[in-house]
Structure formats: structure tokens, C-alpha cells
């Protein structure tokens, strides 16, 4: 998949899961095969479903993860590690996330993360945290490599009373994938 999803910080406004599980497939799919890695921060279901699309494309996921060619990580316990009294922590957040990455960009050439703990935070009230994260992120990608994909259900960004957060959200991404939300 080139485009948008071929490098920088974008962002997916996703309808449903079958889409998120296809577009995120597709993504980490064009960097395993070029052999780089997939790193995959999303809750279980999203995991499972992401696998199932990497297995059907023909990718044997248990040996990509045995090789480090994919990392699948808890989104809610991955952010529950870099909350510090309900606020997104800068230092927890590089004590977690920089050593997963650091990892992979020094094994291979190509790094792609999908994440979603901003997507927890935003359907969790916590709209401004969300767009901190992002912030850490984009810090994050000046140091490393990498490419990576956020993911937002449509419907959850969409309300008028979060017009300006979602501008905000958009301004810290390379790209909007998938359309803007209705409302937007």
C-alpha cells in the first residue's frame, strides 16, 4: 500500500473493524514482505483480527514474531504503563515504547507501528490526552525511523463538540486516511 501509509504519521478514520483489520493488514503487510517490521499496539480483538489478515495474505505470523518481524503489544496495558495520574507521562511513555522500537529499527531496515491507545483514550473521554500522545509520537518519530498508523473509529470523533480536538488531531498527523469523519 503506498501513499499515505508509506512513511510519516498518519491518521485512520476507520467505519468498522473489517476495515481497520483490511487497511492495517495491508500496511504491515508491504513491510514484512520487504522485510522490515510490524509492530502492532492495538487491543485483543484488533490484534486477532490484524493476524487473520497477515495469515490469509500467506504470512506465517507465529514465525514473524519468533523472528522480530512482528511485535504485538496490549494497547491497554501498554498505556496503562506510561498513565501517571490519569495524564499521559513523557518519560513513561519512552521507557515503554522507545525500547520496542529501538529494537526493531536496529534489526531491520523498515519499521511500520499500528497503535491505538490514543483511539482508548479519545472513546474514553480523554480527547486531550489522545492528542498528547500523538505529540509523543511525532517526538518519537525524529529520533527512529519509522512509519506509523493511528486508528479512530469515525463515529467516535465525529461529535460537534469535538470539532476543535479533532482539527487539533489532524494537525498532528502526515496524512488523514480513509476521509474525515462526518461532522468534521
Known amino acids: 500500500m503506498t501513499g499515505p501509509l508509506s512513511g ?16 492495517v493488514g495491508a500496511y504491515l503487510l508491504e513491510v514484512i514482505r520487504a522485510g522490515g517490521a510490524a509492530i502492532v499496539i ?19 505470523v507465529a514465525a514473524a514474531e519468533a523472528a522480530g518481524a512482528f511485535v504485538a503489544l496490549d494497547a491497554i496495558e501498554t498505556m496503562s504503563r506510561v498513565m501517571v495520574a490519569g495524564w499521559p507521562d ?9 525500547p520496542v522500537i529501538h529494537r526493531a529499527t536496529e534489526a531491520r ?11 482508548l483514550l479519545w472513546d474514553s473521554g480523554q480527547v486531550n490526552a489522545a492528542i498528547e500522545v500523538e505529540a509523543m509520537w511525532n517526538e518519537l518519530a525524529v529520533q527512529y525511523p519509522l512509519s506509523l498508523l493511528c486508528a479512530y473509529p469515525a463515529d467516535s470523533v465525529s461529535a460537534g463538540h469535538h470539532q476543535d480536538a479533532l482539527s487539533e488531531l489532524c494537525r498532528a498527523h502526515a496524512s488523514v486516511v480513509g476521509g474525515m469523519p462526518s461532522g468534521a
Open 109 to 119: 531496515n523498515r519499521v511500520r507501528v499500528f497503535g491505538e491507545m490514543v483511539a
Open 90 to 98: 513523557a518519560a513513561g511513555f519512552w521507557q515503554v515504547i522507545s
Open 8 to 23: 510519516g504519521h498518519a491518521v485512520l478514520f476507520h467505519r468498522d473493524d473489517g476495515e481497520l483489520a483490511g487497511r
Open 42 to 60: 492495538a487491543t485483543p480483538e484488533h490484534r486477532r483480527a490484524i493476524s487473520a489478515r497477515l495469515t490469509q495474505a500467506g504470512v506465517n
